[in-house]
């Protein structure tokens, strides 16, 4: 049974509509494990999944997690594959990694822009969301309530997303870096006009993902967003690094080369493909230029395996991980 926090209706998707009270971890034993959709009190809406009670437990086991566990939040990109969360979980597979992990995993629903008639975030340097939607002040209300009804590790909140999505993700760590441990971006970028508002503030663990055939979010950038090495140069700066630092290999392939430097700050990686179009790295997406040029190649690195496994890592040297 769900705790009465909770009032819960069955249909397509589970629709839970949330009153937020704070609990004990010890206090979860009705809340449901699995994948299911969320309602705040404001309407907005994402899909939560949350792990199995034991950790990589064998047979079938029962009960969310009752000690604290890291929580990722995986933004969509600018779309209409309604429903939208169901989409980002086919391409990206969040939650599967999450369950290998034994995290939480929340996809939000972005607000619908008119206009264009898809589904996305109003942030840095890219709209795609309904005119006037605060997708910042949604981010602080999806971290509250799991704050207030999961068993989250707040040390440990983590952010990606794809596209628009990614775009996001660096904005949320530009304006809340104290929020956030580390994210992920995944072929996204900064605004021109917003760039100098990230060159300053503390410092986060960056992991970014991007291909030099990106045909809709340029790897070089354009006129509007800058390149992904402006980017990543930025987020070296910001989190310490002088420039003479030496990059490690972290992954190396025909396809792909990640290297990342150990900033004072955080540690910034950046995984650069090529050969691949605007796609979510090692996951399911269509390609929007060329039909088939998300096809993950051999050699690609899984970006979604990659983001848990360096945040665990991280996690392990400042002794919070398991």
């Given at each position: 049974?769900?705790?009465?926090?909770?009032?819960?209706?069955?249909?397509?998707?589970?629709?839970?509509?949330?009153?937020?009270?704070?609990?004990?971890?010890?206090?979860?034993?009705?809340?449901?494990?699995?994948?299911?959709?969320?309602?705040?009190?404001?309407?907005?809406?994402?899909?939560?999944?949350?792990?199995?009670?034991?950790?990589?437990?064998?047979?079938?086991?029962?009960?969310?997690?009752?000690?604290?566990?890291?929580?990722?939040?995986?933004?969509?990109?600018?779309?209409?594959?309604?429903?939208?969360?169901?989409?980002?979980?086919?391409?990206?597979?969040?939650?599967?990694?999450?369950?290998?992990?034994?995290?939480?995993?929340?996809?939000?629903?972005?607000?619908?822009?008119?206009?264009?008639?898809?589904?996305?975030?109003?942030?840095?340097?890219?709209?795609?969301?309904?005119?006037?939607?605060?997708?910042?002040?949604?981010?602080?209300?999806?971290?509250?309530?799991?704050?207030?009804?999961?068993?989250?590790?707040?040390?440990?909140?983590?952010?990606?997303?794809?596209?628009?999505?990614?775009?996001?993700?660096?904005?949320?760590?530009?304006?809340?870096?104290?929020?956030?441990?580390?994210?992920?971006?995944?072929?996204?970028?900064?605004?021109?006009?917003?760039?100098?508002?990230?060159?300053?503030?503390?410092?986060?663990?960056?992991?970014?993902?991007?291909?030099?055939?990106?045909?809709?979010?340029?790897?070089?950038?354009?006129?509007?967003?800058?390149?992904?090495?402006?980017?990543?140069?930025?987020?070296?700066?910001?989190?310490?690094?002088?420039?003479?630092?030496?990059?490690?290999?972290?992954?190396?392939?025909?396809?792909?080369?990640?290297?990342?430097?150990?900033?004072?700050?955080?540690?910034?990686?950046?995984?650069?493909?090529?050969?691949?179009?605007?796609?979510?790295v090692g996951g399911r997406?269509?390609?929007?230029?060329?039909?088939?040029?998300?096809?993950?190649?051999?050699?690609?690195v899984d970006a979604t395996?990659?983001?848990?496994?360096?945040?665990?890592?991280?996690?392990?040297?400042?002794?919070?991980?398991?």
């Amino acid at each position: 049974m769900m705790s009465t926090s909770f009032s819960v209706c069955f249909s397509l998707f589970l629709i839970v509509i949330v009153t937020a009270v704070a609990q004990q971890c010890d206090d979860y034993a009705g809340t449901p494990s699995g994948s299911f959709n969320i309602s705040l009190s404001d309407g907005r809406i994402f899909q939560l999944f949350t792990p199995w009670q034991e950790f990589e437990c064998e047979g079938y086991c029962t009960g969310p997690p009752r000690d604290l566990r890291p929580l990722v939040i995986d933004w969509h990109g600018c779309n209409a594959h309604v429903p939208v969360a169901a989409y980002q979980e086919q391409v990206s597979r969040i939650e599967q990694a999450a369950s290998d992990f034994g995290w939480y995993a929340i996809t939000p629903v972005g607000s619908k822009e008119e206009l264009i008639a898809e589904y996305g975030w109003n942030t840095l340097g890219i709209k795609c969301g309904k005119f006037g939607v605060d997708d910042f002040k949604f981010a602080d209300d999806i971290i509250e309530w799991a704050s207030k009804n999961l068993c989250v590790d707040l040390d440990r909140v983590y952010s990606t997303g794809f596209s628009t999505g990614a775009f996001h993700s660096y904005s949320l760590a530009c304006r809340k870096p104290s929020t956030f441990a580390g994210i992920a971006p995944i072929a996204g970028s900064l605004g021109r006009l917003h760039y100098s508002e990230c060159e300053s503030g503390d410092p986060v663990s960056v992991l970014s993902f991007h291909s030099k055939d990106d045909k809709t979010v340029p790897y070089d950038g354009n006129l509007e967003w800058e390149s992904q090495e402006s980017v990543t140069k930025m987020w070296e700066k910001r989190n310490g690094c002088v420039g003479n630092e030496t990059s490690t290999v972290t992954f190396q392939s025909e396809t792909t080369t990640c290297l990342r430097k150990e900033c004072p700050g955080a540690a910034v990686e950046d995984c650069t493909l090529t050969g691949l179009d605007h796609c979510w790295v090692g996951g399911r997406s269509g390609g929007f230029q060329t039909p088939g040029s998300c096809v993950k190649q051999e050699g690609d690195v899984d970006a979604t395996r990659h983001m848990f496994q360096t945040w665990e890592m991280e996690a392990r040297e400042k002794g919070q991980g398991r």
